[in-house]
């Protein structure tokens, strides 16, 4: 909750809390001077001691969280209350710097709504005397902030996002990254198995099911093979991908198979991005990298939405004799063993399909075992593995295939992503955590291309096509695995009632995260071109924004005016229509004569009609000039006026 | 006579009494809450009152209006209308002026006025040898304290009848400028609070007749209305010469009011609603007046109409003033005010009046 706070600033607010509510009763208050200095300095000091520096957003938010602490303990009167009230409200600023979870979002609300119940209780009637009532200071507040409603619409559609110059860099990139990196290690991706953590969600705007065939998405290609440790071609940290990245651009659209995803990222601090296998129609501020992944120009440290698509076949089937060298190159540590393996495939059949049929043919045969736990290796303990471990986890198969297939004179390179992912009925999404991270092989026949092959499935067949949870969940039914959590766990989370509410969660998070984290300056400048303003920064956008701002006050203000006028003109009205029709028969009304004068001369001219004119008369004096004009009767005074004299046509 | 020697505390429940027992009066207002069937609405009502000012076993502040009224009417009979409007115009807090000749009952009415109200009455005869010392009071010195010493004059008291007050001289006049808009009196540089609450009437003979001098205008300005008795009509004036002597009825009435209730009453006559179509005919009313006559109605004339037709919509049982009672107060209220218009001599300020009414369509 408290995010990257130091554990102890908050205790140390509730501290402060808590000491207020005993010292208050009593009459205590920090006064001292001295004690206030003293105070400051050495949780100044301690700030800087548990973050070692004051610089940065944590340090920001603790010195304000610390400062605040201290003034309540200091504070007495009523301008020093206002002064916490509004220093509170900064503080739920601030809480966005540290997440801007729609569950954090949702705090701060109730946050806020509670500070301007306070404030309105404060200075509501009831402050003099008693503590006062709850609930109408509420009523106050909800009613402000109804009326602000349309001002927070109209601010959040229209303000500015300031993407460049003025920007704070919220985290530092290590501690944004989650997920997989460029280096695949053995054992990386099965420690990512039990996080929760979303990785994105995907929608098919184009189609109503789900593409057939497993759903590989494409995150990364790595090229350097260091035995069981693999790399992605450039140093992490270095923003340029180069023109070496740039693979060559599938030429044609695969037609018909083409499928469309929109997808919304999670911040990973990274450059990655993901698509389907593979993508071939770039988003904006993206380049597509040499092995046909996508590549964000700026890392992505925010939510981002785009749209991809990608295609099921494979695309450009050439292979540069430089990238041929790359995907052939394997480090000279790798042992005599494992090469005398790749050897023995050749000698069996040197036809690259025939290779890799005796290789997977390898992995089935000689009992390897698929675990999340499979214990560690080392970079160089690919023998180890092969001939005596034979357990592993995806990126210890994908690692250790793409090598062989290398040895084995195979073009080979090994992609990271993600696998499956769990649809979401009311939000009509996949979401993919960062447990489904995966890793497989791309190998290269000079007939087809590059071809994906994922070593996983030949020892664990079945995992392909679920996601990683539900695959567990099976070989957990079936016995063949060890639960990981206990039974009663595994049930409540897998009861109905439970799944539903959490896809529905996370559906409502996803709309959050889309529709308001995702509202950036390029959907707000698309949005503004939709409806005809085109802005040419944000400075003008401002003015626009305050130009619109005044003229809904502005009509504001004369609809509430208008509101109150057309009423007393209505009655009037209608009583001149009643005097016209009087004045038909004959009863005409002096333009000096007062209603009730009036009716009482009407209605002893016109006796049948008398309790009309008598109803119509005094319905007309309390509307026009009683203190409480009933608003319901101006109706019924229409019907009775209309009815008036009505058959005597 | 002391000020305060009516603090009966009995005083309610004297009212009630003689309230409860005077019903169906000869002189009785529509009070009836007239309650619309069709649309279950109360028109016209007093609930806004009802609780502050009376007892709760009490009928309305009407009644109250009504038992003063109906008194009053027994003693000048036959003139309902004029007596009306005096009542409207003590609860609208202003000041009388009854005009006419002699002998038809102007001193009788102020009399019947000051006595139903338990207010501590004085009457002052002017002449045109009367100075202003003689009606404000004299520093005399005192021989025993060595000190001048203030003796207060017949205008502290509640009701002050000032009978023929055109007789007096402008300078005797003019000393009641003060009196009678701040309700306060400075002599000598001190000045003296006149009790509350404090309500002129004066009678003027009509100006034509022999030895008058006109009241100023500043002087008729300060008169909420102005009425006029007039000679009864035959029966009445039979009724009256039958009846007892009007000395002897005078001295046995008994007060309606306590000086309290009356204060109260004022203040709910404030409170009675006037709603912004209202004040645009009274307004209406005000710019005619000045764009026919030279001089016009002043705000303060304005202020007037307002008030007294709040009174007369009180008496007659309404939350809410209506054009109607706007007219029915209008002449007494105008009239005077409008007279002096040099550019139509020939004019009565009654017909003048009468034709703006007349002239002025209801909004």
Same mark, same amino acid.
């Given at each position: 909750m ?9 205790s ?29 300095? @050495?949780t ?11 610089k ?23 301008r ?25 979002a ?33 009523? @106050? ?18 303000f ?67 035995g ?22 599938? @030429? ?88 005398e ?118 020892v ?18 079936s ?88 009423? @007393? ?23 000096w ?57 | ?91 609208a ?43 404000l ?30 007789r007096?001289?402008a ?16 002599i ?38 102005r009425?006029?008795?007039g ?40 409170k ?5 179509a209202l ?23 304005g ?24 007219q ?36």
């Amino acid at each position: 909750m408290f995010g990257t706070l130091a554990t102890w600033i908050p205790s140390f607010f509730l501290l402060t809390l808590a000491m207020k509510f005993w010292m208050e009763p009593k009459g205590y208050r920090l006064r001292s001077a001295i004690w206030k200095l003293v105070l400051a300095a @050495v949780t100044l000091a301690a700030i800087f001691f548990s973050y070692g520096s004051l610089k940065g957003i944590e340090p920001g938010v603790s010195v304000l969280v610390v400062l605040m602490s201290l003034k309540i303990l200091e504070a007495h009167t009523a301008r020093e209350f206002q002064v916490m009230v509004m220093i509170a409200w900064v503080l739920c600023l601030c809480g966005f710097f540290l997440s801007q979870d729609l569950v954090i979002a949702l705090c701060l609300l109730a946050a806020v709504v509670l500070l301007l119940v306070a404030l309105v209780q404060f200075h509501g009637p009831a402050a003099a005397g008693s503590p006062g009532s709850f609930w109408s200071p509420v009523g @106050v507040t909800c009613k402000l902030l109804a009326q602000a409603a349309p001002l927070v619409v109209l601010l959040f559609l229209l303000f500015p996002r300031i993407n460049t110059g003025f920007r704070f860099e919220i985290r530092d990139l290590s501690s944004a990254a989650s997920g997989f990196s460029d280096r695949l290690s053995p054992g990386s991706i099965a420690s990512l198995t039990n996080s929760s953590d979303i990785a994105f969600r995907a929608e098919f705007p184009d189609r109503k099911t789900r593409p057939p065939g497993p759903m590989y998405w494409r995150g990364v290609v790595m090229w350097h093979c260091e035995g069981m440790e693999w790399r992605a071609p450039y140093a992490r940290g270095s923003s340029e991908p180069g023109p070496a990245q740039r693979g060559a651009l599938p @030429v044609q659209a695969p037609g018909d198979k083409a499928i469309r995803q929109r997808i919304t990222i999670a911040p990973h601090g990274a450059h990655w991005m993901f698509a389907l296998d593979r993508p071939f129609e770039v988003p904006p501020k993206a380049i597509l990298a040499r092995g046909n992944y996508l590549w964000s120009v700026q890392p992505i440290r925010k939510v981002r939405r785009y749209e991809v698509v990608s295609s099921p076949e494979v695309t450009g089937k050439d292979l540069q004799p430089r990238e041929r060298k790359e995907a052939l190159e394997v480090p000279a540590s790798i042992s005599p063993a494992v090469r005398e393996l790749a050897q023995s495939w050749i000698a069996q059949n040197s036809n690259p399909r025939a290779i890799v049929n005796s290789a997977l043919q390898f992995f089935r045969t000689q009992r390897f075992r698929y675990s999340l736990s499979p214990g560690e290796y080392k970079k160089n303990d690919l023998d180890q593995f092969l001939f005596h471990r034979r357990v592993g986890f995806c990126e210890h198969y994908a690692t250790s295939f793409a090598t062989l297939m290398r040895l084995a004179g195979i073009p080979a390179r090994v992609v990271v992503g993600y696998l499956g992912g769990e649809y979401n009925d009311l939000g009509r999404f996949f979401l993919v955590r960062q447990a489904d991270t995966h890793a497989w092989c791309e190998v290269w026949f000079p007939d087809s291309g590059w071809t994906r092959l994922d070593p996983t499935s030949a020892v664990a067949p079945g995992r392909a096509s679920l996601d990683l949870n539900s695959f567990l969940a099976r070989r957990v039914a079936s016995g063949e695995i060890e639960a990981r959590r206990s039974a009663f766990v595994t049930q409540l989370t897998q009861s109905a009632i439970f799944t539903n509410i959490r896809l529905a969660w996370e559906a409502v998070n996803y709309e959050w995260d889309t529709r308001v984290l995702g509202f950036d300056a390029d959907v707000q400048e698309s949005l503004l071109a939709s409806v005809g303003i085109s802005s040419s920064g944000p400075f003008l956008l401002i003015t626009e924004t305050l130009g619109i701002a005044a003229a809904l006050l502005v009509i504001y203000a004369g609809w509430m005016q208008l509101r109150t006028r057309p009423r @007393v003109d209505r009655v009037k009205a209608l009583y001149e229509r009643f005097c016209r029709k009087a004045a038909r028969f004959g009863v005409r009304r002096n333009p000096w004569e007062g209603p009730s004068d009036f009716s009482r001369r009407a209605a002893k001219l016109l006796p049948d009609e008398s309790e009309r004119i008598q109803k119509i008369s005094n319905t007309y004096i309390a509307l026009r000039y009683s203190p409480k004009s009933p608003a319901l009767v101006l109706n019924k005074f229409a019907k009775e006026v209309n009815a008036f004299a009505a058959h005597r046509r | 006579m002391n000020t305060h020697n009516f603090s009966d505390p009995s005083g309610r429940r004297m009212i009630a009494t003689s309230g409860a027992q005077e019903r169906p009066c000869v002189g009785r207002l529509s009070t009836a809450g007239v309650t619309d069937p069709g649309y279950n609405l109360p028109i016209f009502r007093i609930s806004l009152f009802a609780n502050r000012i009376v007892p709760a076993d009490h009928p309305g502040v009407t009644d109250y209006v009504d038992a003063f009224t109906k008194q009053i009417c027994e003693v000048i009979v036959g003139k309902n209308q004029a007596v009306k409007l005096a009542v409207a115009c003590l609860l609208a807090r202003g000041h009388l002026l009854i005009e006419d000749i002699p002998g038809v009952g102007k001193t009788t009415l102020s009399q019947a006025l000051a006595r139903s109200l338990a207010l501590a009455f004085q009457r002052i005869q002017f002449t045109s040898d009367l100075l202003p010392a003689d009606i404000l009071g004299n520093s005399i010195f005192d021989r025993g304290e060595q000190r001048f010493v203030f003796h207060r004059g017949p205008l502290f008291s509640q009701v002050v009848l000032i009978d023929e007050v055109n007789r007096a001289t402008a300078k005797t006049q003019s000393a009641l400028l003060e009196a009678m808009e701040e309700h306060q009196i400075s002599i000598d540089g001190t000045t003296y609070e006149l009790p509350e609450p404090f309500f002129v009437i004066a009678t003027q003979n009509p100006q034509h007749q022999v030895g008058t001098f006109p009241l100023p205008e500043s002087q008729l300005d300060r008169f909420l209305m102005r009425i006029e008795l007039g000679v009864p009509d035959r029966a009445s004036e039979r009724a009256m010469l039958l009846g007892m002597d009007r000395r002897e009825m005078l001295k046995e009435l008994k007060p309606v009011f306590n000086p309290e209730t009356l204060l109260e009453i004022q203040d709910s006559v404030r409170k009675v609603h006037a709603s912004s179509a209202l004040l645009d005919y009274l307004q209406d009313l005000l710019d005619a007046s000045r764009q026919r006559h030279t001089t016009g109605l002043s705000p303060r004339a304005g202020l007037a109409l307002l008030h007294a037709s709040q009174a007369w919509a009180l008496m007659n049982g309404r939350d809410m003033v209506l054009p109607e009672d706007i007219q029915a107060v209008a002449i007494a209220v105008m009239a005077h005010r409008l007279g002096h218009d040099i550019e139509q001599p020939g004019q009565s300020g009654r017909t003048l009046a009468d034709n703006l009414l007349h002239s002025v369509p209801v909004p």
